[in-house]
């Protein structure tokens, strides 16, 4: 028995010596026969040799063999593999080129800025709305009290779609369509896309973005949207920030005005100032109380309810914050320029 234990390991190590030589898939075949051959296998004759082995010691040694096979296999098997793969990998690449960059975007600055809004109105406890972009004639002027041919209509260049339908100019519909679905108590923002038909200059393009405030309750009064606003616009800019409120007109609010904040750029300091055109103030938002005639034609009772309403450009503000010379730039999707906000 002692013989056959040391029969195998001299037949391993030949085994192992064999397999480190062999430099093709012949040479391997060849020392798979030697060694697995059915016939004359050195593996097939230690099997043989296996019925001398006194029968007590039989179970031991014929657990040894099979090891040993099993072990021959699998090496074979594993060095066939490596025998497929290229032995030596050639380099024909030039390892100083810089590798390929991760193509990396970056959300848009009048998103994060429309975000920036959201998160403040809906810490004040206003629910966030929607509205479609193509609107009908009754609710981008009717129903917010432009009569047909109303000189106001002036003031919003229209891109008609049809005769009845129009590219929103503002926000403002979605006020008509939220107070016909909703009763008050009712205080929302509506952020979303506009049109107007404007030649792109540095502070105009055709499509940009509005947010539309609306606030229907009892009791509302202009101190709140004072209140409101101020708040606002504390939280998006700095406390320091200087407002002023400018009497103004809207077809749909009563008494209307308009909210200047001090210049940005120049802080009133620079009579040139090509932001503020050397006024000290920019003009932001545009405000006021509920038309009464408004809440009429969504059926609220003006003598029960009140409300406040107001809209402001995001592209325009969101210029003044991150101080943007040209509106254009958001819009010409240089990611140079849009991954700065990120
Ligand atoms: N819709 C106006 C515009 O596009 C902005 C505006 C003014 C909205 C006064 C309002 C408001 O809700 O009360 O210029």
Redesign the pocket.
């Known amino acids: 028995m002692v013989d056959l234990k040391n029969k195998i390991r001299a037949l391993r190590s030949s085994f192992d010596e064999g397999l480190a030589q062999a430099g093709d898939k012949d040479s391997l075949k060849e020392l798979r026969n030697t060694y697995l051959s059915r016939k004359k296998g050195r593996i097939t004759l230690l099997l043989k040799e296996l019925k001398n082995v006194s029968p007590t010691e039989r179970p031991e040694v014929g657990k040894q063999v099979n090891e040993f096979k099993n072990y021959v296999a699998q090496k074979l098997e594993e060095y066939s593999k490596t025998l497929e793969e290229p032995r030596h990998i050639k380099f024909d690449m030039d390892l100083t080129l810089p590798g390929k960059r991760r193509y990396r975007g970056a959300p848009h600055p009048i998103l994060l800025y429309k975000k920036r809004i959201e998160q403040i109105f809906l810490l004040m406890g206003f629910s966030i709305e929607d509205g479609p972009e193509i609107e009908t004639d009754y609710y981008n002027f009717e129903a917010l009290n432009f009569p047909p041919h109303h000189p106001a209509r002036d003031?919003?260049d229209t891109l008609y779609l049809s005769d009845d339908l129009l590219l929103r100019?503002?926000?403002?519909p979605v006020?008509i369509r939220v107070m016909e679905k909703k009763k008050p108590p009712i205080r929302m923002i509506n952020p979303g896309k506009?049109y107007r038909r404007e030649t792109p200059d540095p502070t105009h393009i055709p499509m940009f973005y509005?947010v539309?405030?609306?606030v229907v309750d009892l009791g509302i009064t202009f101190a709140h949207l004072k209140g409101t606003l101020e708040c606002f616009l504390k939280a998006l800019y700095n406390e320091k920030i200087k407002i002023r409120f400018r009497p103004s007109y809207?077809p749909?609010?009563e008494p209307?005005a308009e909210v200047d904040i001090g210049c940005t750029v120049c802080r009133g300091e620079d009579r040139q100032c090509r932001v503020c055109g050397g006024s000290g103030w920019i003009e932001i938002?545009?405000?006021?109380m509920?038309d009464p005639q408004v809440l009429k034609n969504v059926n609220i009772d003006p003598e029960k309810y009140s409300g406040?309403?107001?809209?402001?450009g995001i592209d325009r503000t969101a210029m003044f914050s991150f101080r943007i010379p040209d509106l254009r730039n958001f819009y010409e999707n240089d990611l140079r320029f849009i991954r700065q906000f990120s």
């Open positions: 003031d919003w100019t503002h926000t403002s006020q506009v509005q539309e405030g609306l809207f749909f609010t209307s938002l545009g405000a006021g509920v406040f309403a107001f809209g402001m």
